[in-house]
């Protein structure tokens, strides 16, 4: 039987099997993480400051400094070490708006809720003017209203039917929800993996949006309104582009209320006179037009100290409240985690750098420019027309050019997705992450979280490290109000977050970010990211 066990061993060997070990799990460091950050958590405190105190954090804003500077320093005096609030680059100009109103002074007076867009200018005082329906879908269109705009107020969008809620606005996966998730779907291959062109008429519909900035401009229009793409009341806000320093920003815009500005559509429909008020208190911030983003470390110990597992998630958020699930959340998460561990006096072997990134809610700005600073980067667009217009309108240049740092990084998790506890992972189609997941999830299988899917999962910080070929992951989480509530709205404040979430959420990322520190090998890696050929 030996004889028999012993060639057997052999053949495999010599055919290329080869058995894969358990990944390890400390347990003991396991119960150590759940008992400081089940029992002694601060998650909820730091989130409380990020919103409460500091508020909204538009990217270039005071606000955003602000918070720069306080999660440095609070992570200073958690005892991390090489904190910094780290420039990634010239970002613009900031914004910030002290106040807003939008009052119907006929056919009857209203008060109207409504928010300005980001970057757009204040009124300089209140101004009225008659309410007047557009539809501009091209230059042509630019003829029929050319003489007619001057000292008026436009609805630039279409009427919108409330959507009718047949379903819970407040949803946690089930364990159908989770099998789903785990299930890989094959993907279409001329889907690729987002190296294809630029689309034609994407570019076409942004240079319309710059010539129709200055077409009202140039006509004098008092303000723009459009409806708010969510119902009840609920605010969904984004920004314009125009934030080089001496760039028009065209008129005022602010975001109504839908019931609202139905309304108005229907007076006019009927032919009903409309004349608003519009007020708007703006400013633009100057002074420094690069951006930040917010480093801390654990150092390493011993040979692989100059690796580096990182976490983060971005502290920018938008203007329509306070920026808690979209994401304090995951900042606050992240911070606790390293908190815990700087508790524990872990001594991890590699080291241990959290990120807190500006600049996302703008096309990951903050992380893809820190990637390109420490990791590996792309040349220049050598087209002049094509550099004019903003990253996600350009092809992807080639080659790829790595740093010696690249050779050195070993991981990235980013939490991102609302205030919801985590229920697993994607993988990003690194199968090779798979096992090792699945190991670090098992001690935390009685707090929800287990699932482990191949899929790809996008949005976010993650994909800054997954299209250089290094290990970026997002973590899957419970839904709760994010997508049907928070996101970017005026409801995205502290009471919409769910305390023993963010408690798990923390405790999980301690244990993932402890052990992959502390791993004989770096995390394995996708095959690294090769030009398409061409067709």
Request: net charge negative; proline share 6%; aromatic share 10%.
């Amino acid at each position: 039987m030996f004889f028999k066990r012993t060639f057997l061993f052999a053949l495999l060997a010599a055919s290329g099997f080869r058995a894969t070990a358990q990944e390890p799990v400390d347990l003991d460091m396991v119960n150590r993480i759940r008992e400081e950050g089940l029992h002694n958590s601060q998650v909820m405190a730091t989130l409380a400051y990020l919103t409460d105190v500091i508020g909204p954090r538009l990217t270039g804003s005071p606000q955003m400094l602000e918070a720069n500077e306080w999660t440095r320093q609070t992570m200073k005096d958690w005892g991390l070490k090489n904190t910094a609030v780290e420039p990634w680059g010239e970002f613009g100009r900031g914004w910030s708006y002290s106040r807003a109103s939008v009052h119907m002074l006929e056919p009857h007076a209203t008060n109207f809720f409504a928010i300005p867009q980001a970057w757009t200018p204040g009124t300089d005082g209140p101004v009225s003017g008659p309410v007047m329906r557009v539809s501009i879908n091209s230059e042509e269109d630019f003829e029929d209203y050319r003489g007619k705009l001057s000292g008026k107020i436009l609805l630039l969008s279409n009427e919108r039917d409330p959507r009718v809620a047949d379903a819970p606005l407040f949803k946690r996966h089930s364990d159908d929800d989770l099998k789903k998730i785990a299930d890989f779907p094959i993907p279409n291959p001329s889907s690729g993996h987002g190296n294809g062109g630029v689309s034609a008429a994407a570019i076409t519909r942004w240079e319309l949006l710059q010539k129709m900035r200055d077409f009202y401009v140039e006509e004098g229009v008092l303000a723009l309104l459009r409806i708010s793409r969510y119902d009840a009341g609920i605010i969904h806000v984004n920004g314009n582009r125009a934030r080089k320093v001496g760039q028009n920003p065209g008129p005022p815009v602010l975001f109504v209320a839908s019931n609202q500005y139905n309304h108005m559509l229907r007076l006019l429909d009927r032919d009903i006179p409309v004349r608003l008020e519009v007020d708007v208190e703006a400013q633009f911030h100057e002074d420094d037009v690069v951006s930040y983003n917010t480093v801390a470390e654990i150092p390493g110990s011993g040979s692989k100290r100059k690796e580096l597992v990182l976490l983060g998630g971005h502290l920018d958020s938008w203007h329509a409240s306070t920026g808690a699930t979209d994401n304090a959340a995951g900042c606050a998460v992240a911070m606790e985690a390293v908190r815990i561990l700087k508790a524990l006096n872990v001594e991890p072997r590699r080291t241990i750098r959290v990120v807190l990134w500006s600049g996302e809610e703008q096309g990951l700005n903050g992380s893809r420019e820190y990637v390109k600073k420490h990791f590996a980067s792309r040349p220049p667009t050598d087209d002049p027309e094509e550099a004019k217009r903003p990253r996600h309108l350009r092809e992807v240049q080639w080659p790829l050019k790595t740093t010696k740092a690249h050779n050195k990084f070993s991981v990235y998790f980013n939490l991102d997705n609302g205030g919801g506890k985590i229920r697993g992972i994607y993988l990003q189609e690194n199968a090779a992450a798979k096992p090792i997941f699945e190991a670090w999830f098992k001690p935390f299988e009685d707090l929800g979280a287990h699932t482990v899917t191949l899929r790809n999962t996008r949005g976010t910080d993650h994909l800054s490290f997954d299209a250089v070929g290094l290990p970026g992951f997002q973590f899957i989480q419970d839904p709760l109000e994010y997508t049907s509530q928070t996101h970017h709205t005026s409801l995205d404040g502290y009471e919409r977050i769910q305390s023993n979430d963010m408690t798990q959420a923390s405790v999980l990322m301690a244990a993932f970010v402890y052990h992959a520190a502390m791993r004989d090998e770096k995390f394995p890696r996708k095959p690294f990211p090769q030009e398409p050929e061409e067709d």
